[in-house]
């Protein structure tokens, strides 16, 4: 979850599960990869900035999409520099900033439990 001016950074995703809906910039770690460097490394990819600040913000168990279970890291950061770009077209639409009051739908099911913890503080999500 970027932040930047009290907004959020979302694209609407393509090709995976949640198809259609919008999401932070985010992926898998890399072997050995810290969080924050995984946080780091997959902006970029994704958006093409820069961020700073990494911070835990939730932790998700999510089974929502059985026969897969994941087991979600949700961070949170400052947008740091760059504007943010399309880098990879087949996975996103085009990058934008919402507030957190005015958030487009339908959101990706792991950005509602980063956004929920940003709000309220609560950092553990078994669902």
Request: hydrophobic share 30%; with cysteine.
């Amino acid at each position: 979850m970027i932040l930047k001016n009290n907004k959020v950074l979302l694209s609407k995703r393509h090709g995976s599960h949640g198809d259609g809906e919008y999401a932070f910039p985010g992926g898998h770690l890399e072997y050995m990869e810290s969080f924050e460097k995984c946080a780091k490394r997959e902006t970029h990819e994704e958006a093409g900035i820069d961020i700073k600040n990494v911070q835990l913000l939730c932790v998700g168990n999510i089974k929502k999409w059985a026969p897969k279970h994941y087991v979600h890291i949700g961070l949170s950061a400052d947008w740091e520099n760059g504007e943010p770009t399309v880098m990879e077209p087949d996975k996103t639409e085009s990058w934008d900033w919402y507030s957190l009051e005015q958030l487009p739908s339908p959101l990706f099911y792991a950005c509602t439990m980063a956004i929920e913890a940003y709000k309220t503080k609560k950092n553990y999500y078994d669902s």
